[in-house]
């Protein structure tokens, strides 16, 4: 179904409707990023080494330019990374035997009681990579994404699709589909990312578009893993996580009910 682009144009034209809606959110999200740079600002930057502070040790004096970057560091940054950590170690408390493991490992790779001191240590635990990766296939940060059409195009199946339409995938029911993943899809695996040898193997980024393919690549890719990985390791290795209410199930079967409707979707049925 496709809406008409003059409908939005007259919400925003009166400022009614989910176009005063978005003026509103785009107004907070404005304020917040503000904010920010004050607070920083306020608190010195000449010597911090973090991205923002380098950004205003800079010649950059376009205070909105400043905003959006600022912007781009809370939503495409800190909150995808805080949503992956939060589904990671709920999976965790669910598997208790998969943390064990990652402890196991981590204690072998870099010796009992030992902190992380290289980004070399950090490749070397294949199982920890896994986890990480086997979690956001589930739970993906961003669970649907769009692309624009450059030119006409057909899909594999016959499809076609007309320059400039947009076309929407979902990571989300991707991840949870059996003719992708097996008939355990819906299943915690990590072992489902290690090899014969024991080594932490990548999927076809087209299969697994947690952080998009091709050209159009996750930017910030290495630096959420990093981010992940390291900080999964070291609460890990210092606590054993439980949950405050066992009882109440995150999963209900609606969810699963509409993992399954997306999922069917994108196979077309």
């Not at 208790?96 to 990652?102: D, Q, S």
Request: glycine fraction near 4%.
């Amino acid at each position: 179904m496709h809406v008409s682009s003059i409908v939005w144009k007259i919400k925003r034209f009166f400022n009614i409707g989910s176009e005063r809606k978005l003026k509103k959110a785009i107004k907070l999200i404005n304020i917040l990023a503000q904010e920010v740079i004050r607070q920083r600002r306020k608190l010195g930057f000449s010597n911090h080494k973090d991205l923002l502070s380098r950004f205003l040790q800079g010649d950059i004096v376009n205070e909105t330019y400043l905003r959006d970057i600022v912007i781009s560091f809370l939503l495409a940054g800190r909150d995808t990374v805080a949503s992956a950590s939060t589904s990671l170690f709920w999976l965790l408390t669910e598997n208790p035997r998969v943390a064990e493991r990652i402890r196991d490992e981590a204690n072998e790779v870099l010796g009992q009681n030992q902190e992380l001191t290289s980004c070399e240590q950090l490749r070397d635990l294949h199982y920890l990579q896994a986890c990480v990766y086997e979690s956001m296939r589930l739970y993906p940060p961003i669970q649907f994404d769009s692309k624009f059409c450059l030119e006409d195009d057909f899909l594999p199946d016959g499809t076609f699709v007309k320059k400039g339409t947009r076309v929407t995938y979902h990571p989300y029911a991707m991840g949870r589909m059996e003719e992708l993943w097996g008939v355990n899809c819906l299943e915690f695996k990590p072992e489902r990312w290690i090899n014969k040898d024991g080594v932490f193997f990548q999927e076809n980024p087209f299969k697994y578009l947690v952080f998009q393919a091709g050209v159009r690549v996750c930017l910030g890719k290495e630096m959420a893993l990093v981010e992940l990985k390291s900080m999964t390791l070291s609460f890990l290795r210092r606590f054993h996580v439980e949950l405050a209410h066992p009882s109440h199930h995150i999963l209900s079967w609606s969810d699963r009910l509409v993992s399954w409707r997306f999922a069917s979707i994108c196979k077309g049925n």
